[in-house]
């Protein structure tokens, strides 16, 4: 019976967590892994004063990051006109080669204009820039249904679709245009950290259809480990 198996039937977790608990992470490892999401995700300021505290290098130049963090900047304060055009400025031809995410931010001027009760200017819009879109793409449809859901409802934000009204959709449609630019520029466009946790979730799925025993994290934010599982 291989160790594996006998984990299995005796649900013995103590191996696990003796392996865990001793697996050796190092402080230059770790401090690695925060700068580069930093750096991915454009947070300039704060890969500045973690280089400084932490004694940390950085691979690139920091002073690239800075028309990525203008562009998000500019989403999360509601300036889509803003983006759209430094985007075109940065790169003329990238919205031409992802329509997904054109509809995403011109998606995002709509809602900035129910966001502030414009409701004519907004269905205007709507029909004159989004409605083609949902023509010409058709895998838009439905994301461009629940926007145009948001009419129906005297209070939007309080509406089955007021998520989109939240601050939390602006940050996703930011990090969509983040990982384009990168690409753009031929660079990562996903955090280590991020591959790390898809190797983990996935480890774990593996470990369940086979019937393994293990000490299995429930929660990746808090890293609660379950040893029962």
Known sequence: MSRFEAMETEGDTSEWMSRLETAPVGRV????????YLITEGYRDAAESFKKEAGVES?????TMAERIKI?????EGKVDE???MINDFDPELLDMKPMLYFHIQQQKLIE?????????????AQRELAPQGEEHPEILPELERCMALFAFPDPESSPFGDLLKPSHKHLVAGELNAAILESQNEQT???LHSIMRILLWAQDQLTQNKIVYPRMEDISSGLINRDT
């Open 190 to 192: 996903t955090t280590k």
């Open 72 to 76: 998000r900047e500019a989403i999360n």
């Open 83 to 85: 983006v759209t055009e």
């Open 59 to 63: 691979k690139v130049d920091l002073d």
């Open 113 to 125: 204009f129910i966001r502030e009760n414009k409701m004519e200017e907004a269905l205007t819009f």
């Open 29 to 36: 490892e770790m401090n690695a892994l925060v700068m580069d």
